[in-house]
């Protein structure tokens, strides 16, 4: 007769060997899980305990669920740091080994909102340029970026040739971005961007909001960076005071 610490070990290690499979390539990243059914005959466990291994790889975030669709095995970040470390997306890029890559979406001078007014306190602007772009690594689409700066101090024609939107303020304003204000929140499917960066439904995005700002603390840029959640993860390091 199996005891209740019986079952709980049965299934610790079913959950293990499917992890396992995962990890060495058996079931590859974004790749449909067998059905339940399947799953316990291949490791002749009780549904029961194939249904808890799962649950648990699921809060984990090692697959996720589609509701009517199946389990799929989560895809690992290409790129994980702290949000301390100020870095442009292209620099994030490449210190994940890929190779970045820049789709222009559109590029236009704007009249500034009165919340970009706020953003850009204490200046005084009489036209943005905003640039919505595409960030790709190995070709795949992974952030899009929405950028705004003063549309008076940069020859925005010339966005296109650079790469780094930091490189470009660099070259044209002779100044650096010294650091940021960041905000950043999770959010669901959004209608426009999400098939652009060829999200599925149920896949959620990073958006990660920043106004930079030069050593003399002038603001330079704000940013609006939507991440894919499957490739890009931050954490903050928190120390005693």
């Given at each position: 007769?199996?005891?209740?610490?019986?079952?709980?070990?049965?299934?610790?290690?079913?959950?293990?060997?499917?992890?396992?499979?995962?990890?060495?390539?058996?079931y590859k990243e974004r790749e449909?899980?067998?059905?339940?059914?399947?799953?316990s005959r291949i490791y002749k466990?009780?549904?029961?305990?194939?249904?808890?291994?799962?649950?648990?790889?699921?809060?984990?975030?090692?697959?996720?669920?589609?509701?009517?669709?199946?389990?799929?095995?989560?895809?690992?970040?290409?790129?994980?740091?702290?949000?301390?470390?100020?870095?442009?997306?292209?620099?994030?890029?490449?210190?994940?080994?890929?190779?970045?890559?820049?789709?222009?979406?559109?590029?236009?001078?704007?009249?500034?909102?009165?919340?970009?007014?706020?953003?850009?306190?204490?200046?005084?602007?009489?036209?943005?340029?905003?640039?919505?772009?595409?960030?790709?690594?190995?070709?795949?689409?992974?952030?899009?970026?929405?950028?705004?700066?003063?549309?008076?101090?940069?020859?925005?024609?010339?966005?296109?040739?650079?790469?780094?939107?930091?490189?470009?303020?660099?070259?044209?304003?002779?100044?650096?971005?010294?650091?940021?204000?960041?905000?950043?929140?999770?959010?669901?499917?959004?209608?426009?961007?999400?098939?652009?960066?060829?999200?599925?439904?149920?896949?959620?995005?990073?958006?990660?909001?920043?106004?930079?700002?030069?050593?003399?603390?002038?603001?330079?840029?704000?940013?609006?960076?939507?991440?894919?959640?499957?490739?890009?993860?931050?954490?903050?390091?928190?120390?005693?005071?």
């Amino acid at each position: 007769m199996l005891t209740k610490g019986n079952e709980v070990t049965k299934f610790v290690k079913v959950m293990q060997r499917i992890k396992q499979a995962i990890e060495n390539g058996t079931y590859k990243e974004r790749e449909k899980l067998p059905s339940e059914f399947e799953l316990s005959r291949i490791y002749k466990e009780s549904r029961e305990n194939i249904k808890t291994a799962l649950r648990v790889l699921e809060e984990d975030d090692i697959v996720v669920r589609r509701p009517g669709v199946g389990i799929f095995v989560n895809s690992k970040p290409i790129f994980s740091s702290g949000i301390e470390q100020l870095a442009s997306v292209t620099e994030m890029i490449k210190n994940s080994g890929k190779t970045p890559g820049s789709q222009f979406i559109s590029t236009e001078i704007i009249t500034p909102t009165e919340e970009d007014n706020k953003r850009f306190k204490p200046l005084s602007l009489s036209n943005l340029a905003q640039v919505e772009r595409v960030r790709t690594a190995d070709g795949e689409p992974v952030v899009y970026c929405i950028d705004k700066l003063d549309a008076d101090e940069v020859p925005i024609e010339m966005i296109h040739t650079h790469p780094s939107i930091f490189q470009f303020i660099k070259t044209y304003r002779n100044e650096e971005i010294d650091y940021a204000v960041a905000y950043i929140e999770p959010i669901g499917y959004h209608e426009k961007i999400s098939p652009i960066l060829d999200c599925q439904p149920d896949q959620a995005l990073l958006l990660l909001k920043q106004v930079h700002y030069t050593k003399d603390n002038k603001p330079i840029l704000y940013s609006a960076n939507f991440f894919r959640a499957d490739v890009f993860s931050f954490y903050v390091l928190r120390q005693r005071g």
